[in-house]
């Protein structure tokens, strides 16, 4: 857990100083094209003489952003979905996680290339909304997270299905406590730790997913930068310059891993009895 919070922190703090200490990502020098790395520029320069590493980590920026957004937001539907489920029962629960066993038959990739091709300039906004970076990442949140939620449901059930069988729980609904207030008072604050697990972990899937749908030119596009759209831009040049493909590669393998590291130890940290079980099993 360390490692992985470690990780984030001085993953963070290069992004918050990267504009005060690098040159603009975005300003080409064509003079020095696929300059090696140097004091101006720490990394090297691409193929339009872009400041390496400065792109680095304003794409880094943009990835950890939808990634950050898409998580929250499917851990939102995830609950609310989870919780109605577990608290109410019967037909509702059966039909809720129908609905949630169908999402997650359906072949993810695929699904998100049909998604994310649709064309936002359909809904009549104009350019400057459409080429905003806000836009791009909620964009890319909205698609990612309407088929993310189902983890966190399935969690969310099936601790609320324990804990709305609790003395507490019955005693609120004796005194006539209101469904939403039980399940917002009594019932989520019970099952929070899973919800924190999950949407931890899941973080490093969706920085995954983000980078392939930019790699394919339908998440984050130029001259937007993101780890994604970056390694798309080092295809044609990765033989003859392939630090630009190995620093967004990596980039995205390190922050994979500190979240799946983050994501593991707070599982322990929630969960120790899921800790101990898993120790004894690899033992």
């Not at 809720?96 to 695929?110: C, E, H, K, S």
């Not at 019932?187 to 980078?211: D, Q, R, Y």
């Amino acid at each position: 857990m360390r490692a992985g919070a470690t990780i984030l922190i001085l993953l963070a703090l290069a992004m918050a100083l990267a504009p005060l200490l690098l040159p603009d990502p975005e300003a080409l020098d064509l003079s020095v094209r696929f300059a090696p790395p140097a004091l101006l520029h720490p990394l090297g320069t691409d193929e339009l003489g872009r400041d390496l590493a400065a792109r680095l980590l304003a794409g880094g920026r943009v990835s950890l952003a939808v990634a950050a957004a898409t998580a929250l937001l499917a851990a939102i539907i995830g609950t609310v979905i989870g919780l109605v489920a577990g608290y109410r029962g019967g037909f509702t629960d059966a039909a809720l996680m129908r609905l949630t066993d169908g999402v997650m038959a359906l072949p993810l990739l695929p699904l998100l290339i049909v998604l994310a091709a649709a064309d936002p300039a359909k809904l009549g906004l104009g350019a400057e909304v459409l080429n905003s970076e806000g836009f791009a990442i909620a964009r890319l949140a909205l698609i990612i997270a309407a088929v993310g939620w189902t983890t966190v449901a399935r969690l969310v059930r099936a601790s609320a299905l324990t804990v709305r069988s609790r003395d507490y729980v019955r005693a609120a609904v004796a005194v006539g406590a209101t469904p939403g207030r039980i399940m917002i008072r009594h019932i989520l604050p019970n099952v929070a730790s899973p919800i924190v697990v999950a949407t931890t972990l899941s973080i490093g899937n969706i920085i995954l997913i983000e980078s392939a749908l930019s790699f394919l030119g339908l998440g984050i596009r130029p001259p937007m930068a993101s780890w994604g759209n970056m390694l798309t831009g080092a295809m044609d040049v990765v033989w003859s310059a392939p630090a630009l493909a190995v620093w967004p590669g990596g980039a995205i393998l390190l922050a994979v891993l500190a979240f799946n590291l983050l994501g593991d130890g707070l599982q322990r940290r929630l969960d120790p009895r899921g800790g101990q079980t898993s120790q004894k099993a690899g033992g």
